[in-house]
């Protein structure tokens, strides 16, 4: 068997990486999608493809409007999503990309901390699963190998 992940979740640390490995080293056979992770990237992709806007607001718009492109493809590609929630950063996308994940009706795995079990309980009521850590995810992957 052979599953497509989309990690859904901020692009300020090596989370991503981190759970890669950890597949990687229990031999899971996985291919793993995400957002954009080049920052500069993500936010210039508008003008670099419909030429410099007159605004932030208008740049922004664009460049999500092609992120937003992104995302779907490789959500609808993935088999299933896991979505990080941290305490770092603030998690937007993560909400707006659960949310997705629940309304195309792929299994979707919650990563979130003690802290964020009151913000995000109805979220996490809707998940398949809601673990505390990476290696709790990555065990529940394992467990459908078996």
């Known amino acids: 068997m052979?599953?497509?992940?989309?990690?859904a979740g901020q692009i300020h640390d090596d989370w991503r990486e981190q759970l890669k490995q950890k597949a990687e080293?229990?031999?899971?056979?996985?291919?793993?999608?995400?957002p954009q992770e080049n920052h500069s990237l993500s936010d210039d992709i508008g003008e670099n493809v419909l030429g410099?806007?007159?605004?932030?607001?208008?740049?922004?718009?664009a460049a999500s409007g092609i992120n937003n492109f992104r995302t779907e493809l490789m959500m609808q590609k993935s088999d299933a999503v896991i979505a990080l929630f941290g305490e770092t950063y603030k998690q937007w996308n993560t909400a707006m990309?659960?949310?997705?994940?629940?309304?195309?009706?792929?299994?979707?795995?919650l990563i979130r901390p003690d802290s964020?079990?009151?913000?995000?309980?109805?979220?996490?009521?809707?998940?398949?699963?809601?673990?505390?850590?990476?290696?709790?995810?990555i065990d529940v992957l394992a467990y459908t190998f078996q």
């Open 52 to 61: 410099k806007q007159p605004n932030n607001l208008y740049r922004d718009d």
């Open 25 to 34: 080293q229990k031999g899971l056979n996985i291919n793993f999608y995400g």
């Open 2 to 7: 052979n599953l497509s992940i989309y990690l």
């Open 116 to 137: 964020l079990i009151h913000p995000l309980k109805e979220l996490s009521n809707q998940a398949n699963v809601t673990v505390e850590t990476i290696d709790q995810a």
């Open 97 to 109: 990309d659960a949310g997705i994940a629940i309304g195309l009706n792929k299994p979707l795995i």
